[in-house]
T-cell receptor, first 110, second 115 residues
Framework: QKEVEQDPGPLSVPEGAIVSLNCTYS??????FMWYRQYSRKGPELLMY????GNKEDGRFTAQVDKSSKYISLFIRDSQPSDSATYLC??????????FGRGTSLIVHP | DTAVSQTPKYLVTQMGNDKSIKCEQN?????MYWYKQDSKKFLKIMFS???????INETVPNRFSPKSPDKAHLNLHINSLELGDSAVYFC??????????????FGEGSRLTVL
C-alpha cells in the first residue's frame, strides 16, 4: 500500500458542477496537508494548505482534513473550464519533504 | 521574471548518452530539489540540497549526479541514459525557516525522452 492514495481519474464534469477530489493516507505522522494544481506541460503550484484537521476555504475552493479517518478532500464550487488540470494532494510530517499522491486529472467541459 | 527556471525544456536523446539539466531560482530560497514525474503523473523526490549541501538522496541510480555550485543553482547530470529514464524532471525550491508552509516552488519541467 502506498503512503498516499489518490484516484487518477480522469474526472469529467460540466461547467458549474461541484467537484470533490480526495486522498487517503496511511502515515499518522502527517500533519501538513496541501493541494497542488498542475496545468498541462507546467509545474505544480500550491493551491491550498491546511495544518491538522479541519476546513479551510479560499474563494471557490475548500480543503478538508479528517485525520481520524486519514482522509483529505478538495471541493471546487462552480467549476470552470479553467479549473481543468491535474490536482495533486501532498502531505508531510516534521520533514519539509512532502509525499505526493499521483494526482487526479479534472476536465471541466463548457 | 521566472522564479524557478530549468533548461532545456525538452531533451530527446539515444540510450547510453549523457545529458545535463540546469536549474536556477531567483527567490532567495535555501533549499532546492529534483523531482521525477513519470508517465502516470507520480511525482517522486530524487535529491534535496540545502545551502549547497546534499541533504536527501533517495534511492536513485548513481548514474544521476546532482551538483549545486551555489544555493541558487542545482544541476542534474545523467550518465548512460536508459529507456526508463524517460520522464519529466522538475526542479523546485522552498524557503527556509520553521513555521512556514514548506511550499515548493516548481519550475516548468524538463521533458526527457530516451530512444
Amino acid at each position: 500500500q502506498k503512503e498516499v492514495e489518490q484516484d487518477p481519474g480522469p474526472l469529467s464534469v460540466p461547467e458549474g458542477a461541484i467537484v470533490s477530489l480526495n486522498c487517503t493516507y496511511s502515515n499518522s505522522a502527517f500533519q501538513y496537508f496541501m493541494w497542488y494544481r498542475q496545468y498541462s506541460r507546467k509545474g505544480p503550484e500550491l493551491l491550498m494548505y491546511t495544518y491538522s484537521s479541519g476546513n479551510k476555504e479560499d474563494g471557490r475552493f475548500t480543503a478538508q482534513v479528517d485525520k481520524s479517518s486519514k482522509y483529505i478532500s478538495l471541493f471546487i464550487r462552480d467549476s470552470q473550464p479553467s479549473d481543468s488540470a491535474t490536482y495533486l494532494c501532498a502531505m508531510r510530517g516534521g520533514s519539509y519533504i512532502p509525499t505526493f499522491g499521483r494526482g487526479t486529472s479534472l476536465i471541466v467541459h463548457p | 521574471d521566472t522564479a524557478v527556471s530549468q533548461t532545456p525544456k525538452y531533451l530527446v536523446t539515444q540510450m547510453g548518452n549523457d545529458k545535463s539539466i540546469k536549474c536556477e531560482q531567483n527567490l532567495g530560497h535555501d533549499t532546492m530539489y529534483w523531482y521525477k514525474q513519470d508517465s502516470k503523473k507520480f511525482l517522486k523526490i530524487m535529491f534535496s540540497y540545502n545551502n549547497k549541501e546534499l541533504i536527501i538522496n533517495e534511492t536513485v541510480p548513481n548514474r544521476f549526479s546532482p551538483k549545486s555550485p551555489d544555493k541558487a543553482h542545482l544541476n542534474l547530470h545523467i550518465n548512460s541514459l536508459e529507456l526508463g529514464d524517460s520522464a519529466v524532471y522538475f526542479c523546485a525550491s522552498s524557503p527556509p525557516g520553521q513555521g512556514n508552509t514548506g511550499e515548493l516552488f516548481f519550475g516548468e519541467g524538463s521533458r526527457l525522452t530516451v530512444l
